[in-house]
């Protein structure tokens, strides 16, 4: 058939509409989504039609297309994903998941009036950090503690309130990096101190800040390597002997611990993060943390130290532009309590736990996931799946250079690559986001749910599915 004819008998929009389906989809979803997907499905045949393409025109042929694209336009733009990364703290997957208490607290709060700056035993006004500040000191051993929106902020903050237009002593090997354009020079640039740079990226020694102080220093800071490690012919000044010196010459000492961990590791043979109250144990003035790396809450910048410099800091009209909203802080709130039972927060928090989750409980649910992937009908019959030995990250600038032994499923198939396969899950319901490894699909088990275990297969399922038809 010519070009011209086919675009001829394209049904015209009317004509759609007034076909069966058209009034079950506009008793269902806004009318504007509706004649939107009917002219994008249209659009579309023109298309394959002017580039040389006979598609089907009758209007039967354009259902499947407008179907798929009211059920799309439904869709947040912000979703849940399942992580089969194994990566434990995912920037790009919303880091921390919060533990099922703290997301009850959150939601009811968020949903109703509260206390949040109002004084119920005065009837006055109340102060909104108040909710958090016990729970601080508790879990850190800190004289006082505030927060703000994110670590970033709190780094920020904390040198604007000590150091404005005055020295803070770094050393070059904690210029650091972070990932999303947050790099320690800039932010002191922002914050209006002034950096000094002592030592070199390989060796800073405690003389090395001693000979920087002077009449313009107004505070050493020490940077967590959070996403590399130095090892070889290294040196740094520790945070007691920092600690030591700042005391002598009355200069504060400040550590951006980025991650922040509240309880020890070393059980697990992490020995590589301090606590933060241990650092503050070791003389610590200021530290910063984030709420949603190993904490395991929602996504703050946690303050905690001298109630001087506490003070100030919260005197700063820029806590105003960087405050926690409500939801966050009643997250916040309640991720800390778990921190009151140590033992039931490695239960109840999701990254302790998937952090701490020993290989055999990790290999049960690779298996789980294999069998239930091999259960499914069809194309997954023909695949080559297979659970395996694996390492999997703490990731978000936490634990660097650390390999956790874990388990993961591998998915290989003849007929598709596993960059199609791995494009496939990214793009089925729920997104499953996995990795690629010596050409297979690795789908690690210590990031998934063991309620979202069927679910997962049954998308692997799905993406095997797609290909072997098409
Ligand atoms: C992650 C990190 C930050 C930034 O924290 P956010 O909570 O992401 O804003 C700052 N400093 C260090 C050392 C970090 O690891």
Same mark, same amino acid.
Request: glycine share 10%; net charge positive.
């Given at each position: 058939?010519?070009?011209?004819?086919?675009?001829?008998?394209?049904?015209?929009?009317?004509?759609?509409?007034?076909?069966?389906?058209?009034?079950?989809?506009?008793?269902?979803?806004?009318?504007?989504? /509706?004649? @939107?997907?009917?002219?994008?499905?249209?659009?579309?045949?023109?298309?394959?039609?002017?580039?040389?393409? *006979?598609?089907?025109?009758?209007?039967?042929?354009?259902?499947?297309?407008?179907?798929?694209?009211?059920?799309?336009?439904?869709?947040?733009?912000?979703?849940?994903?399942?992580?089969?990364? $194994?990566?434990?703290?995912?920037? &790009?997957?919303? @880091?921390?998941?919060?533990?099922?208490?703290?997301?009850? &607290?959150?939601?009811?709060?968020?949903?109703?009036?509260?206390?949040?700056?109002?004084?119920?035993?005065?009837?006055?006004?109340?102060?909104?950090?108040?909710?958090?500040?016990?729970?601080?000191?508790?879990?850190?051993?800190?004289?006082?503690?505030?927060? /703000? &929106?994110?670590?970033?902020?709190?780094?920020?903050?904390?040198?604007?309130?000590?150091?404005?237009?005055?020295?803070?002593?770094?050393?070059?090997?904690?210029?650091?990096?972070?990932?999303?354009?947050?790099? +320690?020079?800039?932010?002191?640039?922002?914050?209006?101190?002034?950096?000094?740079?002592?030592?070199?990226?390989?060796?800073?020694?405690?003389?090395?800040?001693?000979?920087?102080?002077?009449? #313009?220093?107004?505070?050493? +800071?020490?940077?967590?390597?959070? &996403?590399?490690?130095?090892?070889?012919?290294?040196?740094?000044?520790?945070?007691?002997?920092?600690?030591?010196?700042?005391?002598?010459?009355?200069?504060?000492?400040?550590?951006?611990?980025?991650?922040?961990?509240?309880?020890?590791?070393?059980?697990? %043979?992490?020995?590589?993060?301090?606590?933060?109250?241990?650092?503050?144990?070791? $003389?610590?003035?200021?530290?910063?943390?984030? $709420?949603?790396?190993?904490? %395991?809450?929602?996504? !703050?910048?946690?303050? /905690?130290?001298?109630?001087?410099?506490?003070?100030?800091?919260?005197?700063?009209?820029?806590?105003?532009?960087? @405050?926690?909203?409500?939801?966050?802080?009643? !997250?916040?709130?309640?991720?800390?309590?778990?921190?009151?039972?140590?033992?039931?927060?490695?239960?109840?928090?999701?990254?302790?736990?998937?952090?701490?989750?020993?290989?055999?409980?990790?290999?049960?649910?690779?298996?789980?996931? *294999?069998?239930?992937?091999?259960?499914?009908?069809?194309?997954?019959?023909?695949?080559?799946?297979?659970? +395996?030995?694996?390492?999997? #990250?703490?990731?978000? $600038?936490?634990?660097?250079?650390?390999? +956790?032994?874990?388990?993961?499923?591998?998915?290989?198939?003849?007929?598709?690559?596993?960059?199609?396969?791995?494009?496939?899950?990214?793009?089925?319901?729920?997104? /499953?986001?996995?990795?690629?490894?010596?050409?297979?699909?690795?789908?690690? *088990?210590?990031?998934?749910?063991?309620?979202?275990?069927?679910?997962?297969?049954?998308?692997?399922?799905?993406?095997?599915?797609?290909?072997?038809?098409?």
């Amino acid at each position: 058939m010519k070009k011209e004819t086919l675009l001829r008998r394209l049904p015209q929009v009317d004509e759609v509409l007034k076909a069966p389906p058209g009034e079950r989809w506009l008793n269902r979803h806004p009318r504007a989504h /509706v004649l @939107r997907a009917v002219r994008e499905a249209i659009g579309e045949k023109r298309k394959e039609i002017i580039s040389g393409g *006979a598609p089907d025109v009758s209007i039967e042929g354009l259902l499947p297309d407008i179907e798929q694209r009211l059920a799309g336009f439904g869709l947040k733009s912000l979703r849940r994903v399942i992580n089969a990364t $194994g990566i434990v703290i995912h920037t &790009n997957l919303g @880091r921390a998941l919060l533990p099922p208490g703290a997301a009850q &607290n959150a939601a009811r709060i968020a949903s109703s009036h509260s206390n949040l700056e109002y004084d119920l035993m005065d009837g006055k006004r109340g102060r909104r950090l108040s909710h958090i500040k016990r729970l601080l000191t508790e879990t850190t051993g800190a004289e006082d503690g505030t927060a /703000v &929106n994110n670590n970033a902020a709190a780094v920020l903050i904390a040198l604007n309130s000590l150091s404005q237009g005055k020295e803070v002593i770094v050393s070059r090997g904690e210029l650091v990096e972070i990932g999303g354009s947050f790099r +320690l020079p800039d932010v002191m640039a922002s914050s209006g101190a002034l950096l000094r740079e002592v030592g070199t990226t390989n060796k800073t020694r405690i003389a090395d800040y001693e000979k920087a102080l002077c009449s #313009q220093t107004a505070l050493i +800071l020490k940077v967590h390597r959070s &996403n590399f490690r130095i090892t070889g012919f290294t040196e740094e000044a520790g945070i007691g002997e920092l600690s030591a010196l700042g005391k002598k010459t009355g200069i504060p000492v400040m550590f951006d611990l980025g991650s922040g961990c509240l309880i020890d590791l070393g059980p697990y %043979g992490i020995h590589s993060e301090p606590t933060v109250g241990e650092i503050i144990k070791e $003389g610590a003035d200021i530290v910063t943390f984030s $709420g949603d790396k190993l904490l %395991g809450g929602p996504q !703050a910048g946690i303050i /905690v130290g001298g109630a001087g410099h506490i003070e100030k800091i919260e005197m700063n009209p820029l806590a105003r532009a960087m @405050r926690m909203d409500k939801m966050s802080l009643s !997250a916040l709130e309640a991720t800390l309590m778990e921190y009151g039972d140590p033992e039931a927060a490695k239960r109840n928090i999701p990254t302790l736990r998937m952090l701490l989750e020993g290989p055999a409980s990790i290999k049960r649910r690779a298996l789980r996931l *294999a069998r239930a992937i091999k259960r499914h009908s069809g194309a997954a019959k023909k695949a080559d799946i297979s659970v +395996l030995e694996d390492f999997s #990250q703490t990731g978000g $600038g936490a634990l660097p250079g650390i390999d +956790l032994l874990t388990y993961a499923v591998s998915v290989r198939a003849e007929w598709i690559s596993s960059n199609r396969l791995e494009g496939n899950l990214r793009a089925g319901s729920p997104p /499953v986001v996995a990795r690629i490894k010596d050409d297979a699909l690795i789908l690690d *088990a210590r990031t998934i749910g063991d309620e979202e275990v069927l679910e997962a297969a049954g998308c692997v399922g799905a993406a095997l599915a797609k290909e072997a038809l098409s």
